[in-house]
């Protein structure tokens, strides 16, 4: 079965919509490659709001998935996608509602509390600025600094790990591994407990590396993105994490959050 446009999902809420996309695209990967397209429309705070999304589906097609907290919103948009056949899905409610009942107490209905100004929050903010400002050796000092380096070649997911980490509080500084450019001397002084290379098999690296140099509009038979010089640099960076005596994970075949949940493991069992 062919589909050649793909279902629209609009996810509703009351503050910024992360917790609905993010629930929407885990259920979307369920029929990949059957195309799934999702709209966000982010902080809904009255009738109107409510209107222009009903509308919206009414002329395009597609469902609605909610997380609205605030009641006569919910309710509004549970009336009106019943009245006009849409599709539904309240994400929170039932679960707001279970659970107040099983800690009998009534719920604050406020908007936005999974992401309050306070400590943690600034602290996360730091921890992503730190992420910037010492990526891909900009800025070595950031070595002795960090929570956690990562090393390894290019293409190996160090930025992305480096932000998703940040988003967890965690100070990362990332080092390119470059056989004509030895490392900085200071991931030899720091706790190797505390460095964390990254490995990944020379034949799915050059897949990457081909289609990052057609991102680029450059010709995908350049020195980059060549096997042999691949395979020497992953060489040069097994022996430099060798040496370190760091912890090594292969990012072949895994997403940066599955990388980045084994590296929190390993630093919360850390010595």
């Given at each position: 079965m062919e589909h050649s446009q793909p279902t629209r999902v609009y996810v509703v809420s009351d503050s910024v919509g992360e917790t609905g996309e993010s629930v929407v695209r885990a259920a979307a990967?369920?029929?990949?490659?059957v195309?799934?397209?999702?709209?966000?429309?982010?902080?809904i705070h009255d009738f109107e709001g409510i209107d222009k999304v009903i509308n919206g589906i009414r002329t395009h097609g597609g469902i609605v998935v909610f997380t609205l907290v605030i009641p006569e919103l919910r309710d509004d948009l549970i009336a009106k996608a019943k009245q006009y056949d849409?599709?539904?899905?309240?994400?929170?409610?039932?679960?707001?509602t279970t659970l107040g009942n099983?800690?009998?107490?009534?719920?604050r209905r406020q908007p936005g509390m999974i992401h309050p100004l306070d400590e943690d929050y600034f602290k996360k903010v730091e921890a992503v600025e730190f992420a910037v400002k010492y990526d891909d050796g900009r800025d070595f000092s950031g070595i002795q600094?960090?929570?956690?380096?990562?090393?390894?070649?290019?293409?190996?997911?160090?930025?992305?790990?480096?932000?998703?980490?940040?988003?967890k509080r965690l100070?990362?500084?990332?080092?390119?591994?470059?056989?004509?450019?030895?490392?900085?001397?200071?991931?030899?002084?720091?706790?190797?407990?505390?460095?964390?290379?990254?490995?990944i098999d020379p034949n799915k690296l050059n897949v990457i590396?081909?289609?990052?140099?057609?991102?680029l509009?450059?010709?995908?038979?350049?020195?980059?993105?060549?096997?042999?010089?691949?395979k020497i640099e992953l060489d040069f960076a097994d022996k430099i994490m060798s040496k370190i005596g760091c912890v090594i994970f292969d990012v072949s075949n895994r997403a940066v959050e599955e990388t980045a949940s084994l590296i929190m493991d390993h630093i919360e069992h850390r010595s």
């Open positions: 990967m369920q029929f990949h490659p195309p799934v397209e999702i709209v966000r429309a982010p902080f849409i599709p539904f899905i309240d994400l929170l409610g039932p679960v707001v099983a800690l009998r107490q009534e719920p600094k960090a929570d956690i380096i990562l090393l390894g070649v290019s293409r190996t997911s160090k930025t992305p790990l480096s932000m998703y980490l940040a988003h100070k990362v500084a990332n080092v390119p591994l470059v056989p004509e450019m030895q490392p900085p001397a200071a991931i030899y002084t720091v706790p190797k407990e505390k460095i964390i290379g990254l490995r590396r081909q289609e990052r140099l057609r991102t509009g450059l010709a995908e038979n350049a020195t980059y993105a060549n096997v042999e010089r691949i």
